[in-house]
Structures are given as C-alpha cells and as structure tokens.
C-alpha cells in the first residue's frame, strides 16, 4: 500500500534559523510528492510538488523540498524561517493505483520564534 | 482567478439532523474531490468526480453519505442523519485533470462541522 510517514508531531525552530520539515514515502513506481500548508481555519494550500527531474524543488514563500530516491524522502526546506512560517504542513504522495487521490501524512506542526 | 468556494465555513447541529455543503470548483477543473479532515490527522479521500461521474467513492459511508455534481460544476457533500463521529473539517479540491503535471489539486477553505 502507498503511504507517507511524517515522523515529527512538531518543529521548533528560531526566527532565521533554517528548517526542515521530514517526509518519507513508500510507493510501486516513480512518486508524484507534494507539499500543502495549512494555517488556522483555513484550507490547503499548495506549496511545491515533485513529479521528475531534479531532486530540488523550488516552491512558494521560500520553500524547497529535496527528493531522494535512495532514502524515499521528501524533507521539505527552507533557509532562513519566518515567524509567519508558523503552521501545519502536510506532505502527500498521489495514489497511482486509484487514479489521483492524495495520500497525506499526518502532519507537522511548526512553530517558530522570534 | 478565483479558487475553490465552499459554504458554509461553519456549521453546528444536532445528532440525527441532515447537512449539506457545497463547493464550487476553479473554473474549468474538471475533477473535484471531497476530502474529511479529523483533528490532528491528514485529509482522506471520500469521493471524486470526472466531471458529472464518480469515479472513486469507495472511501464514501453511503449508508448516511450522499454526494452529487449534476452538471459536472458544482457538487453537494450530505449527510444524512449527521452522527457525533462526523465533526471534523469537510475539503474540496479541484484540479485540472492534466496528468502530466501531476495534476496539483487546490482546495477550498473547508467547512468546519460540529455535531452535537
């Protein structure tokens, strides 16, 4: 079965310092990966994806993710946080046997400190 | 461009009573989703649709869960009778269809439902 795994509840991070936030996959064939924020009472919101190509992947607000075949990971990256950063940040892997639907991790929550 | 709509934002009922939201898609998206969002997990899957079709309900209790998207735009999520388990955040998202871009799905601000 495909699934993520987010293997921290939360991040604790200092204004300007850089974070990562984990996400490892397990799927048959090449992964579809993608990041969303998700900010109090709101929605979604799509921050970058990986279908193919490289490994590094620019997204919006700042935000990278590195793609690494070998450890099936997906962290997502940036260099220098904000206190505005501060949110729940879901990884998803699209379902290649069920025609589309996402598959999502149970999130991360992160908080960062002026 | 305008993104996913959906109302209501809120809504607060009792045990045995019907609910309804809606959603409208981005325009042109042709593949729309219903998504449930407990607290402190990851959405899952409860339908999508191909414009008027349902192509994945398999995830949808059908004993209470109804959904409809009559003219391939619009859908309706219902539920009926609403049990205290069904508080959580009811999603739609929509997306293009264009598998070549992995076709990104964008999502709506969600409904929030209560049951009590």
């Known amino acids: 079965a495909q699934s993520v795994a987010q293997p921290e509840d939360q991040v604790n991070v200092a204004e300007g310092n850089p974070l990562t936030v984990k996400c490892t996959y397990s799927?048959?064939?090449?992964?579809?990966l993608f990041w969303y924020v998700q900010y109090p009472n709101r929605g979604l919101q799509f921050l970058l994806k990986?279908?193919?190509?490289?490994?590094l992947v620019k997204g919006s607000y700042g935000f990278e993710a590195e793609f690494n075949k070998s450890q099936t990971s997906f962290h997502l990256k940036k260099p220098s946080a904000l206190v505005s950063d501060s949110a729940l940040y879901f990884c998803?892997?699209?379902?290649?046997?069920?025609?589309?639907?996402?598959?999502f991790g149970q999130g991360t929550e992160l908080s960062v400190k002026p | 461009e305008a993104g996913v709509v959906q109302s209501p934002r809120y809504k607060i009922i009792e045990k045995k009573q019907p609910v309804a939201f809606w959603c409208n898609p981005i325009?042109?998206?042709?593949?729309l989703y219903w998504y449930l969002q407990n607290l402190g997990q990851g959405p899952e899957l409860l339908i999508r649709?191909?414009?008027?079709?349902?192509?994945?309900d398999s995830q949808l209790p059908k004993d209470r869960f109804s959904a409809e998207r009559l003219k391939g735009v619009d859908s309706t999520l219902k539920i009926q009778p609403a049990e205290l388990g069904d508080s959580a955040v009811y999603l739609c998202?929509?997306?293009?269809?264009?598998?070549?871009?992995?076709?990104?799905?964008?999502f709506g601000p969600g409904t929030r439902l209560t049951v009590l």
């Open positions: 998202a929509s997306s293009s269809g264009d598998r070549a871009s992995a076709d990104t799905q964008y």
């Open positions: 799927v048959s064939g090449n992964p579809y």
């Open positions: 990986y279908i193919t190509g490289d490994n």
């Open positions: 998803a892997v699209r379902d290649t046997n069920q025609g589309g639907k996402l598959i």
């Open positions: 325009s042109g998206h042709n593949t």
């Open positions: 649709y191909e414009n008027e079709e349902a192509v994945d």
